[in-house]
């Protein structure tokens, strides 16, 4: 972990399921998809961001790679978004999502938000 660099998560569930692009018949595949354009693309705002993509459920099992670390959700999605927004320790966050709830969780912890479309455009 990089504590020099601003931390990005990305809700891989938000994000994915944001797209109607078949995503439900291989929700793993789609998260592994989403990971590569995150390696890609290295973030919105020009970057450069540490990278977390938090996946859950049937995406389980997406391996981190070399710019991208991947963390399992042991139950709620959300609920590890908000923790990792909280144990940021004063390091600029920024979380991709468009869940309205979910913005308002982090953002109580500093967190700012985008959506979707920062990382899937470009």
């Known amino acids: 972990m990089d504590q020099e660099l601003p ?3 990305v809700d891989g569930a938000n994000v994915v399921g944001s797209v109607p692009d078949g995503w439900w ?3 793993r ?8 354009r995150l390696v890609a693309g290295g973030g919105p705002e020009g ?3 540490e990278i977390v993509l938090v996946v859950e459920g049937r995406a389980r099992g ?6 991208v670390r991947v963390e399992e959700a042991p ?3 959300d609920d590890l978004i908000v923790e990792l ?3 940021a320790a004063g390091r600029p966050c920024l979380v991709v999502t468009a869940d309205r709830e979910l913005r308002r969780r982090v953002g109580d912890h500093g967190a700012r938000c985008v959506g979707p479309r920062a990382v899937l455009e470009g």
């Open 29 to 36: 595949a789609a998260a592994e998809r989403l990971r590569e």
């Open 62 to 67: 997406v391996e981190s790679v070399p710019g």
């Open 75 to 77: 139950g709620s999605g």
């Open 85 to 87: 927004a909280r144990n």
């Open 47 to 49: 970057g450069p961001f």
């Open 7 to 9: 931390l990005l998560i």
């Open 25 to 27: 018949r291989d929700r």
